[in-house]
């Protein structure tokens, strides 16, 4: 099972496989709470009953993706998608989505080359409703003209949005170079042409080919129970005719005769390479074994590919492995971003690291080390009702089988053996594919004539016996708060259902604790913080973690930084003194600080490359002058050049102390020996350090609103334009939040206004959103849309109109239910899982919010009306004090005209100043 689908998925249901009759059905109990059911029309039901979760996920899989469309119909599988939600026999258009949001869930659809999903997770007491919704969207959908006209535009400006991301180009080129006959080869998405001449009769025709219930297999996973939730489903589709049509057959991909190579040079600031191997598919017994190798080749700091490329020969910035094995021939894929400079060095240190596996046996330590992370994955998988019906259905959809029992057994059962077997089956130099996308004039040396003799020399390098990357064989309710004598304040919430344990350790900092001088800083430091200790340099401490399976990791936001953790609940204690070492002595050695800073200086060249995020970038600059907030997230290059060992040091003990430190513990721990644990590692650290320029100290006064409307263009010679209107808005305690959360959520979500008007019936985007950030100085309010060029004026009146609407009009009481149902729902599914609910558990403390917050929040929300919505929107929403931002392309594909900046806008560059 490929890691691109392990990813997502982990593994392992549980065992014993019962069969027994009834006059309607075959159904079969897979494991306690686990039933499969197919009724005889052929339809497939499974349900895991989780007795006590809040939460519950209906899921309707088709099996029916990309891979079965004819030539003609290229992307209509994605297409539907789409129409599903567009209106039924008995509901209209966003009827079906307002449905499910408001009860407080979320509903959304997926296409995949073999299957396509709809699927919604609400509150369990809701789950029929969601079945209820699934069902007549994909059995009554009318698929009315009008709106399939308004909906084909939306999908032109995903297509075009994708184009613009040259992540995505570079993936879809690879799977057209590595597939020349099998249907991966092709786009989900289509073609401009193809999806521009679709007809309602096309979609009819397709449907009734590919939607019968041979196809469909229904996914329930929830506090629901399993004869409820069959008698419902024999209720809405039992009826349902046989159709007899089977699955046609698809074309096989010959193998390989040559390695095959091909280079795009575009107006790109950053340089990525991809390279593939084809492999088994599914179904193969080298399934479990490939998964093995994707682990230790690929996935983490501990693989051979980020070790020697990124940490010993410096030649990649970031570097990943993974195994894709779908239903037919599979790939093993590397994906790395780099210097071009560095693609020829890259792709042989890549294909060495690749051939080592078939000639030289792993170690004992780093094969443990790749079945441990495996069955972690499955383990935190539980943790989300979502992620349980995904592991059940890709099972049933690929294999016909949702058992996981076995497949756990085998990945336990890999051997250094079967690593070389299998890796000498597959891993062949001529059956290669690889490509580079550069920007343009970027003097990469490698080309398809000089592959092979690379290839040659890499193999020969493995053969030789050179040494490999081995390891070394050494092996929120019921939250209990305690304080520290120095300081530290210590929230455990004891939860014992799955055996994970969640851990944050939270400071204040952040971008708030930044200045021009030191933009960057902490992101500097979030990924610094677990590259070593005072005791374990930085591949010690990534081995040490890997043993666990676990997580540590630094992160930094707008208002803190910190350190996260995750582990199964059996290492807390090995787990805790790793976070107690990090906290308390990190190393910043200076050659992990040189590591760092070329990849916040590619992760800056990136940024310019995604323009929803330069837009953003610019928005933020722009509105909030003289504050932290105003700064880039990510960095300013200058700073980032000058940062050091010494002033990083000094900018973490200026900031991370017990007195500063709140420390969140959730998950399968008892309270009380936490509590012990952490006085052991913690209880004599002293104080915060303070250094002599405490300029950076946070205190500040909230900007003030632009005197005048203020606008920014950057063109770009791009297919699509990006555009933020925002003003400042509200904080995280004030006592309007609650209104300005539910003004926002009136705009936003599939039922929401800008969908609603500006996709739906105008056609105007594929994406959109509005946007509400709470802060602690000020905030922020606003609206975004991506769309063509030749729609921008159209876009921003329109956005202006649904402003402006918020001002003058009263919100209805369905639209105001539907957003409050939102929120109160995204709230619930937020805090599933014990990393989430310690994080929410270390900011409401920080933020002196309390630990009932999550009650308060529900309650505040519940109690926002008409009124207090629409004070909200003539408070901040303020025409003539707004900022407006333009990036990207200005006329129709990417063309800049020599004219950029319509009245009223002001040319930029993309320096901040």
Known sequence: MGSRIWRGLAAGFAVFF?????????????????????????????????????????????????????????????????????GTETMGPGALAEAIEGAGGRINAYTSYEYTVYHATLAARHWERALEVLTDAVLHSTFDPAELAREKPVVLEELRMRHDRPASRLFETLMANAYTAHPYRLPIIGSRE??????????????????????????????????EVLDRVNALLADLPKSGVGRPELPQEPMPEGARFFMMEEDVTQTQLALALPIAPFSSPDTPVLDVIAQILGQGETSRLYHELRDTLQLVYQINGTAFTPHDAGLLEVTAVLEAKNVEPAVGAIMAEIFKLKHLPVSEAELMRAKTNLESEFVFNLEQVEGQARVLGTFEMLA???????????????????????????????????????????????????????????????????????????????????????GIRLLVREDHEVPTVGIQAVFPGGLRGETRATSGAFAFISEL??????????????????????????????????????????????????????????AFAPEEVEKVRPELLAALRQQEDALAAVAF???????FQGHPYGLNTQGAEDAIRRLDTAALRAIYRQHAGPDKMVLAVAGDVDPERVRTLVEELFGDWQGSVPVADASTEESFLPPE??????????????????????????????????????????????????????RDKQSLAYSL??????????????????????????????????????????????????????LIGQYELGVQTHGAQALEMALNEEYGLGQDFGSRYVEGIGQVDAQAVRAAAIKYIQPDQG????????????????????????PGDTHEP
């Open 883 to 906: 900022v407006r931002v333009t990036v990207g392309a200005v006329n129709d594909f990417g063309k800049a005209p020599a004219a950029v900046n319509p009245p009223g806008d002001t």
């Open 18 to 86: 019962m069969m027994m009759n009834t006059p309607r059905i075959e159904a079969a109990q897979l494991a306690r709470h686990l039933h499969k059911t197919t009724l005889e029309n052929g339809l497939t039901l499974l349900v895991k009953e989780t007795p006590g979760n809040k939460a519950a996920t209906v899921q309707l899989w088709v099996k029916t993706g990309s891979v079965y469309e004819e030539s003609s119909e290229a992307g209509i599988t994605h297409l539907i998608e789409h129409m599903i939600f567009k």
């Open 769 to 822: 959103s509005a946007f509400a950030m709470l802060g602690l100085d000020t905030g922020s309010v606003g609206v975004y849309i991506g769309t063509s060029p030749d729609k921008r004026d159209e876009a921003v009146a329109a956005l202006w109109r649904e402003l402006r609407r918020l001002r003058d009009t009263l919100p209805g009481e369905d639209e105001l239910k539907r957003a409050k149902n939102v």
């Open 529 to 586: 913080l677990p590259r070593g200790t005072e005791r374990m340099t930085a591949r010690e401490f990534a081995v040490a973690v890997g043993d666990m399976a676990g997580n540590i990791s630094g992160f930094n936001g707008k208002n803190t930084f910190g350190l996260r953790a995750d582990f199964l609940s059996r290492y807390f204690d090995n787990g805790m003194q790793l976070v107690r070492d990090v906290i308390r002595t990190p």
């Open 194 to 227: 193809s999806v521009a001449g679709f007809s309602r009769q096309n979609i009819v025709d397709y449907m009734a080919k590919n939607y019968h219930p041979e196809n469909f297999t229904v996914v329930v996973v929830g506090d629901v129970h399993f004869a």
């Open 617 to 623: 970038r610019e928005f933020n600059r722009l509105l």
């Open 705 to 758: 609103s632009p005197a005048a409307p203020a606008s920014f263009t950057l063109p770009r010679a791009k297919e699509q334009t990006h555009i933020v209107v925002g003003f400042l808005g509200t904080t995280l305690t004030a006592a309007d939040r609650f209104a300005v959360e539910v003004m926002e959520t009136i705009l936003s979500g599939q039922s929401g206004r800008l969908f609603a008007e500006l």
């Open 400 to 486: 016909g089988d949702p058992r996981e029992d076995d497949y756990l057994e085998k990945i336990r059962a890999v051997s250094r053996e079967d690593i070389l077997r299998v890796a000498g089956t597959y891993f062949k130099g001529e059956r290669c594919t690889v490509g580079v996308l550069a920007p343009r004039d970027s003097a990469v040396s490698l080309d398809a004539a000089r592959l092979p003799a690379l290839i040659d020399q890499a193999e020969a390098q493995a053969r030789a016996g050179l040494p490999a990357s081995l390891v070394p064989d050494a092996f929120l309710g019921n939250v209990h708060r305690f304080e520290l004598a120095n």
